[in-house]
């Protein structure tokens, strides 16, 4: 009998492994793939030859993005444009998640602000209406434009405050026992107690301002205020007409191609947002409140 559980807990484990190992190499083959064309040879990618492997090596794709100095002047806007906005909205959806977990006794508007806050989710007043805001409060070819223009989202908030509500009543209770108000039970208790909502929440508003370049084209009037991924999405292989090219400018722009350029795009947009995830990582497979109540 023990032989027979011991051979269905191997097959089990080798089936588990392999659909695994699959859904991880799905994963990661298109990451590889856009690698493979952003360093290989502009006929190759032309011609659809790669799959596995990069062919005639090169980084002419690399060179052509990276020795641009406005790429560099992007690039630092981007980050700016990160640290500030998550910062903001972290701070904002801690403050009002906060507020809208507790119950109506506590917080008389809650419900009022609640409805208000969905109504915004599902509605908006469109393009031209957005843009025309923006422009009266001077956020046009502004960094502070490309930071509020969307640091409060709503389902963020919906996250932040149903984590609120499971949190163990008695650590709060113990906290007015000792003397802690409202805004020092926050700070102190809450916050700590509440590292996974947002360190979850915190990769969902960075990956969006690092991907976001809509807001970027239309809030910016030229290339010196375009975050990276407006900038970049700007970049063409383009072979100036009537302008007198050395014969090793031409060479270099024959040589490149938009789709090998378009996947180096890609790739080096993805670098910062994958350098970060493993750091936010651990906090998304346990939670810390285990054993912080005891009976």
Do not use: H
């Amino acid at each position: 009998m023990k032989r027979k559980a011991s051979i269905s807990s191997n097959v089990f484990n080798i089936v588990n492994y392999t659909i695994m190992i699959i859904l991880a190499l799905s994963c990661i083959y298109p990451l590889w793939y856009t690698f493979c064309l952003s360093v290989s040879d502009k006929a190759a990618t032309g011609a659809g030859l790669v799959t596995i492997w990069p062919i005639g090596w090169n980084l002419r794709s690399y060179t052509e993005i990276l020795k641009d100095m406005a790429f560099f002047n992007s690039f630092w806007i981007s980050v700016q444009r990160v640290v500030l906005g998550s910062a903001f909205t972290l701070v904002v959806s801690i403050m009002l998640g906060y507020a809208l977990s507790r119950d109506r006794a506590s917080f008389r508007a809650r419900n009022l602000l609640m409805w208000l806050l969905v109504f915004c989710m599902l509605f908006n007043g469109g393009t031209i209406p957005w843009y025309t805001t923006m422009r009266n409060y001077g956020m046009v070819d502004s960094i502070w434009g490309l930071v509020l223009c969307g640091s409060l989202p709503v389902f963020n908030v919906i996250l932040m405050m149903n984590f609120f509500r499971n949190l163990p009543k008695e650590i709060e209770e113990a906290a007015v026992i000792d003397g802690a108000g409202p805004w020092r039970t926050l700070v102190s208790i809450v916050v700590p107690c509440s590292k996974p909502v947002i360190a979850t929440i915190a990769l969902f508003v960075s990956v969006g301002y690092w991907n976001e370049f809509f807001q970027g084209l239309v809030l910016s009037t030229t290339e010196k205020y375009y975050p990276l991924q407006t900038y970049i999405k700007q970049l063409v292989v383009n072979i100036p007409q009537g302008v007198s090219l050395s014969r090793e400018e031409l060479i270099r722009l024959t040589q490149l191609s938009n789709r090998g350029l378009n996947a180096s795009k890609v790739f080096i947009t993805m670098i910062p947002m994958l350098v970060i995830y493993p750091f936010l990582q651990r906090y998304f497979i346990a939670g810390i409140m285990l054993g912080s109540v005891k009976e």
